[in-house]
């Protein structure tokens, strides 16, 4: 079975296989004009498309920075593939906490402080949570937990 007839559940109809419906049969200079007309007409729409997007893509060209080994930094564009290397920046030096890994590399996340509550109101119940501070976190990855597992997982944290 041809692809076009798996596809499409039916057989391809070209200019060549038209004789087999009924159609008029193409034949010598005629065919081979039709086709080559239509071949250049595709052509042309190609390239009037690749030429829009080529276009677009130049006005929103934005450089991007990488980081390559330890200390190697590269800028480059990538549509132009041109790098230059990067001048070092002390400012660009993200600073880490020590994390106490398991020996299965895994570690705890253990809350520091609760920053606020809120009732969340369901279908049918209201449901307390709270926003938790973790440690090794900033404020802005704080998350909203269900007040009655923290309270069981963490009494410590509801003393006051």
Same mark, same amino acid.
């Given at each position: #079975?041809?692809?076009?007839?798996?596809? %499409?559940?039916?057989?391809?109809? $070209?200019?060549?296989?038209?004789?087999? @419906?009924?159609?008029?049969?193409?034949?010598?200079?005629?065919?081979?004009?039709?086709?080559? %007309?239509?071949?250049?007409?595709?052509k042309?729409?190609?390239?009037?498309?690749?030429?829009?997007?080529?276009?677009?893509?130049?006005?929103?060209?934005?450089? #991007?920075?990488? @980081?390559v080994?330890?200390?190697?930094?590269?800028?480059?564009?990538?549509?132009?593939?041109? #790098?230059?290397? %990067?001048r070092?920046?002390?400012?660009?030096?993200?600073?880490?906490?020590?994390?106490?890994?398991?020996?299965?590399?895994?570690?705890?996340?253990?809350?520091?402080?609760?920053?606020? $509550?809120?009732?969340?109101?369901?279908?049918?119940?209201?449901?307390?949570?709270?926003?938790?501070?973790?440690?090794?976190?900033?404020?802005?990855?704080?998350?909203?937990?269900?007040?009655?597992? #923290?309270?069981?997982?963490?009494?410590?944290?509801?003393?006051?």
């Amino acid at each position: #079975m041809a692809p076009y007839e798996a596809l %499409y559940g039916r057989r391809c109809r $070209t200019p060549i296989c038209w004789d087999e @419906e009924g159609e008029r049969k193409l034949v010598g200079l005629e065919l081979i004009q039709t086709i080559v %007309y239509k071949v250049n007409l595709v052509k042309q729409r190609l390239k009037a498309a690749q030429d829009r997007m080529k276009s677009f893509i130049d006005a929103h060209r934005k450089e #991007m920075e990488f @980081e390559v080994g330890e200390k190697v930094f590269f800028k480059t564009s990538p549509w132009k593939g041109v #790098m230059r290397r %990067y001048r070092s920046d002390p400012s660009h030096i993200i600073q880490t906490s020590e994390v106490q890994l398991r020996d299965d590399l895994s570690y705890e996340e253990l809350p520091v402080e609760i920053l606020d $509550t809120k009732e969340k109101v369901l279908r049918n119940k209201t449901v307390q949570l709270v926003k938790v501070l973790w440690r090794n976190h900033s404020v802005e990855e704080a998350t909203w937990e269900p007040l009655e597992a #923290m309270k069981e997982k963490y009494p410590h944290l509801f003393d006051d």
